[in-house]
């Protein structure tokens, strides 16, 4: 089944560690998108790629990290920077960056610091 | 610099009224794509929609229909006949048809529609 995959569903962080969020997709997309979800406040982008090797910051990226060595994965990294990680975290593909595109969504990770 | 706006947080209607979800959105670009997405509890966004801006005709599926206005920067959804399946947060987004090919979906706040049985 094509799709995007996100993994873990649901992740525990201690403060003062650094977390990678998993982010797999196959539907040969060339654009990838990392957004954080908060009660009221809807999604905000932390990340964006265009293409392999290649990534932009989004409005919110201070205190995370991203890579994007493959076309099928971009991998999102919590830091110790980002002051509060907890939130709803969603990753996206759409076709090769273009507009006219719809955004297909993973079905989330929720972080928690504890 | 583009952006969205929800204004209605949070709607509850009973089963089998018709409710119309709000979207305003700002953009300098004259291309641009405009998008509905359903939020069910599961948390996975499944698209519902997608507009261009040169065509403001409106568009009906099933009890879902979406109303285009470039003149009031609007593109409001109306669910009619609602059920209780309809309970979830919706949200509208934009994206930018932008010469250089860097594109994103900006998105708005959500609206949380509440269907009581």
């Known amino acids: 089944d094509g799709g995007i995959t996100q993994s873990p569903k649901y992740l525990f962080r201690k403060e003062g560690q650094n977390v990678t969020l998993s982010c797999e997709q196959n539907?040969?997309?060339?654009?990838m998108y990392w957004y954080r979800q908060d009660p009221g406040q809807g999604l905000r982008l932390i990340y964006y790629s265009q293409i392999v090797n290649d990534f932009q910051k989004g409005d919110i990226a201070e205190g995370y990290s991203v890579s994007r060595e493959k076309k099928e994965s971009f991998p999102l990294t919590v830091t110790s920077a980002q002051k509060n990680p907890t939130a709803f975290y969603l990753c996206?593909?759409?076709?090769?960056?273009?507009?006219?595109?719809?955004?297909?969504f993973g079905q989330g990770t929720r972080l928690t610091v504890v | 610099a583009q952006k969205v706006t929800q204004a209605q947080t949070e709607i509850s209607v009973v089963e089998k009224e018709d409710v119309t979800l709000d979207c305003v959105y700002e953009t300098r670009d004259t291309t641009y794509y405009l998008f509905w997405y359903k939020q069910p509890p599961s948390g996975e966004l499944v698209f519902l929609i997608r507009?261009?801006?040169?065509?403001?005709q409106n568009e009906i599926s099933g009890r879902y229909s979406w109303n285009f206005q470039k003149s009031t920067s609007s593109f409001n959804f109306t669910i009619t006949a609602s059920q209780v399946v309809d309970s979830a947060v919706y949200f509208c987004?934009?994206?930018?048809?932008?010469?250089?090919?860097?594109?994103?979906?900006?998105f708005g706040t959500g609206t949380r529609l509440k269907v009581l049985a």
């Open positions: 987004a934009l994206s930018e048809g932008r010469a250089s090919g860097t594109y994103k979906y900006i």
């Open positions: 996206a593909s759409s076709m090769s960056g273009t507009a006219h595109t719809e955004a297909f």
């Open positions: 539907l040969n997309h060339d654009a």
């Open positions: 507009r261009n801006s040169f065509d403001e």
